[in-house]
């Protein structure tokens, strides 16, 4: 029977290392704008850094399921914290584009191995409340990650550069704590001895076709491709608008990309109070009209104080969905293949990241900036009908309804 009451420590140390992962990707919202001119690259090179990323995030979530099985938790999330600290070590001083590229893979491959081995952790032994608080903490290091990078770079008057060895440091906690802790990382109490009948009921033996067999996986991975891409999308791409497109000072675009990652953190602080007690049908379906509602309002450059607001319930309407996805995962595939299908997953999402705001970005250069609202609410259009595919599928193999009900 699986826990859900696990250690208040680890739980602790968790949420740590996902303000840890969500704030390089916040740097990032406002550093990119400084680091084209230091690399001489221009917009669209936001695809080819992130794509590079998303290869290494790919493989390692993808592998993660067999990762688990072999090394185990522990072992796993102290490998991928080395990895992602060599990442952050490489923003602070590499000196060509092609260093940053060649080692921005290899910290990606730790994000990959964290991500998928908290969220397997997570949703294994706790509720969707405490998931959804995981991804809260991604969000603080969201939030405080443009915030960071306009003090460093507007007031401060430092390289971009500065701004990553701030998550160098946090980077190198997160190392500290894994080796402290590492035998304690397990999925149940009675598996600190693993039997293959156990494994084989976690999915260590379970083949990547064997899952993409299922039609629901499929679904599940559509959906949060276009998810990620929506999420980053909204904070990466709105900068170039506001600065270059809409002639708003760097201080105030820093300060509404915060805002967005502040929304989008108090969301699922809420969403910890809520996700056990309401519908995850209700949860979603309105985080996507919103979402929806969120991207016209940004798109109509009318009052800067409209497209604020709407990015900012772009945020609060997205905060709910990844936790509550991955904590429902296995329930809609079987703890079978629970593991790879989180490691899907979280591979497709940052596919998703990849993929979406470098097509923006391209779309941009070529149409124009103001393309970039209409770009979120056509995906964000798209997501939406992924999730009700989705559930349409759940309700035609009649699987159970979740526990909190419809």
Same mark, same amino acid.
Request: avoid cysteine.
């Given at each position: 029977m699986t826990r859900k009451n696990g250690p208040l420590s680890l739980l602790l140390i968790a949420y740590f290392s996902f303000i840890v992962i969500g704030l390089p990707p916040g740097i990032l919202n406002i550093a990119w704008t400084y680091m084209q001119s230091t690399f001489n690259v221009t917009l669209s090179a936001l695809g080819l850094l992130l794509g590079v990323g998303t290869v290494g995030y790919l493989l390692s979530s993808f592998m993660s399921g067999r990762v688990i099985g072999r090394l185990g938790i522990g072992n796993g999330l102290l490998l991928g914290s080395v990895l992602g600290t060599l990442g952050m070590l490489n923003y602070v001083l590499a000196p060509t584009w092609e260093?940053?590229?060649?080692?921005?893979?290899? !910290?990606? $491959?730790?994000?990959?191995?964290?991500? #998928?081995? &908290?969220?397997?952790?997570?949703?294994?032994? *706790?509720?969707?409340?405490?998931?959804?608080?995981?991804?809260?903490?991604?969000?603080?290091?969201?939030?405080? !990650?443009? $915030?960071?990078?306009?003090?460093?770079? #507007?007031? &401060?008057?430092?390289?971009?550069?500065?701004? *990553?060895?701030?998550?160098?440091?946090?980077?190198?906690?997160?190392?500290v704590s894994f080796v402290l802790t590492r035998s304690q990382w397990t999925l149940a109490p009675d598996e600190t001895r693993p039997t293959p009948e156990k494994a084989e009921a976690h999915g260590a033996n379970v083949s990547f076709r064997e899952t993409l067999r299922i039609p629901m996986v499929m679904l599940l991975i559509a959906l949060f491709f276009v998810y990620g891409g929506v999420e980053v999308s909204a904070a990466q791409l709105t900068n170039s608008l506001f600065i270059d497109g809409r002639k708003i000072s760097q201080e105030t675009a820093g300060f509404w990309i915060g805002v967005y990652w502040l929304s989008f953190t108090i969301g699922r602080v809420l969403m910890g109070f809520v996700a056990d007690r309401v519908s995850t049908r209700l949860i979603l379906r309105a985080g996507m009209i919103g979402a929806i509602i969120g991207a016209v309002m940004l798109s109509v450059n009318s009052l800067p104080a409209l497209s604020f607001f709407g990015l900012t319930l772009i945020g609060f309407s997205l905060a709910p969905m990844f936790a509550t996805l991955v904590a429902e995962t296995p329930r809609r595939v079987g703890l079978r293949y629970a593991a790879n299908t989180i490691g899907f997953e979280v591979g497709m999402t940052s596919l998703g990241i990849a993929f979406l705001p470098g097509l923006g970005g391209f779309l941009a250069e070529r149409i124009g900036l103001e393309l970039i609202g209409p770009f979120l609410l056509v995906i964000s259009i798209i997501m939406f009908v992924l999730y009700e595919l989705v559930v349409a599928h759940e309700v035609k193999v009649a699987q159970p309804e979740p526990a909190i009900g419809d």
């Open positions: 260093t940053l590229l060649i080692f921005s893979f290899i !910290g990606s $491959l730790g994000g990959g191995i964290l991500d #998928t081995a &908290l969220n397997t952790f997570v949703s294994a032994n *706790y509720s969707a409340g405490r998931l959804n608080w995981l991804h809260a903490a991604f969000g603080v290091g969201a939030t405080l !990650g443009p $915030l960071v990078a306009t003090l460093v770079i #507007t007031q &401060l008057a430092q390289t971009w550069r500065v701004s *990553y060895i701030i998550a160098l440091v946090l980077y190198l906690i997160s190392v």
